[in-house]
C-alpha cells in the first residue's frame, strides 16, 4: 500500500523552533494532515492543507508541502514543554475517506 | 467541546476469546471508523462505516472482525476469536463526511491484550 514516513524522534529546547518532516508516496493524495497526541488522548487535529497549496500558517504552526516531492513539513515556533507529544502525518486521496498515518514523531521539549 | 468517547480503556483478555469494544461518535457525524496501534507501528485503518453498513475496510479486517451501531450512539467494534497479534491500541473516531478535508476526531482508545 501507499507509504507515510516521518522520522521517530526529535527533541528540542525551550523557545527554539522545531521542525518534524513526513515523505509520502501517493501521488493521488489531496489532503494531508498533522494530528498531536498526548499521553492518554486521541489523535487530534492540528491542521491540515490541501495539495494545491504550498504553505498554510496558523499562529506558532507553519505547514509546507512540496507536491513534487512529496515532502510535507510541520514547523512549531517558540516551542514549549506542552508541546512535547507525538505528531502524525496522515493523507488521504480521493479514493475514500480513510486516513493513511505515518508512525508518528515523538517530540521531546527540554527546558 | 464535543469528544469522542470510548470504553473500556483498557482491556486485557486470553487467546481466543471475544472482545467488543465500544465507542460513542460525536452525534451529528455520519462516518465513523476504526484504527488501530500496534506499539511501535503506525496507525492502521481498520473500517469506515456510514448509514449503517461499511463503507471501505483494510485488509486487516478480516473474517474475525466485525462492526455495528445497535442504536442510535453506540458504535462497537467485536473481535471474534483474539489472537496475540490483536494486541494494540484501538482508536474510534467520527467525521462529519462533508466534501473536501475528511478532519476525523478521535477517541483516547482502547487499550487491548491479548495474553
Known amino acids: 500500500g501507499e507509504d507515510v514516513e516521518q522520522s521517530l524522534f526529535l527533541s528540542v529546547r525551550e523557545g527554539d523552533s522545531s521542525v518534524i518532516n513526513c515523505t509520502y508516496t501517493?501521488?493521488?493524495?489531496?489532503?494531508l494532515y498533522w494530528y498531536k497526541q498526548e499521553p492518554g488522548a486521541g489523535l487530534q487535529l492540528l491542521t491540515y492543507?490541501?495539495?494545491?497549496?504550498d504553505m498554510k500558517q496558523d499562529q506558532r504552526l507553519t505547514v509546507l508541502l512540496n507536491k513534487k516531492d512529496k515532502h510535507l513539513s510541520l514547523r512549531i515556533a517558540d516551542t514549549q514543554t506542552g508541546d512535547s507529544a507525538i505528531y502524525f502525518c496522515?493523507?488521504?486521496?480521493?479514493?475514500?475517506?480513510?486516513?493513511?498515518f505515518g508512525k508518528g514523531t515523538s517530540l521531546l521539549v527540554t527546558p | 467541546e464535543p469528544e469522542v468517547t470510548q470504553t473500556p480503556s483498557h482491556q486485557v483478555t486470553q487467546m481466543g476469546q471475544e472482545v467488543i469494544l465500544r465507542c460513542v461518535p460525536i452525534?451529528?457525524?455520519?462516518?465513523f471508523y476504526w484504527y488501530r496501534q500496534i506499539l511501535g507501528q503506525k496507525v492502521e485503518f481498520l473500517v469506515s462505516?456510514?448509514?449503517?453498513?461499511?463503507?471501505?475496510k483494510s485488509e486487516i479486517f478480516d473474517d474475525q472482525f466485525s462492526v455495528e451501531r445497535p442504536d442510535g450512539s453506540n458504535f462497537t467494534l467485536k473481535i471474534r476469536s483474539t489472537k496475540l497479534e490483536d494486541s494494540a491500541m484501538y482508536f474510534c473516531?467520527?467525521?462529519?463526511?462533508?466534501?473536501?478535508?475528511?478532519?476525523?476526531?478521535f477517541g483516547a482508545g482502547s487499550r487491548l491484550t491479548v495474553l
Open positions: 462505516f456510514y448509514n449503517n453498513e461499511i463503507s471501505e
Open positions: 501517493d501521488s493521488s493524495s489531496t489532503y
Open positions: 473516531a467520527s467525521s462529519e463526511g462533508q466534501l473536501g478535508a475528511n478532519v476525523l476526531t
Open positions: 496522515a493523507e488521504s486521496s480521493n479514493s475514500g475517506y480513510a486516513l493513511n
Open positions: 492543507i490541501f495539495s494545491n497549496m
Open positions: 452525534s451529528n457525524h455520519l462516518y
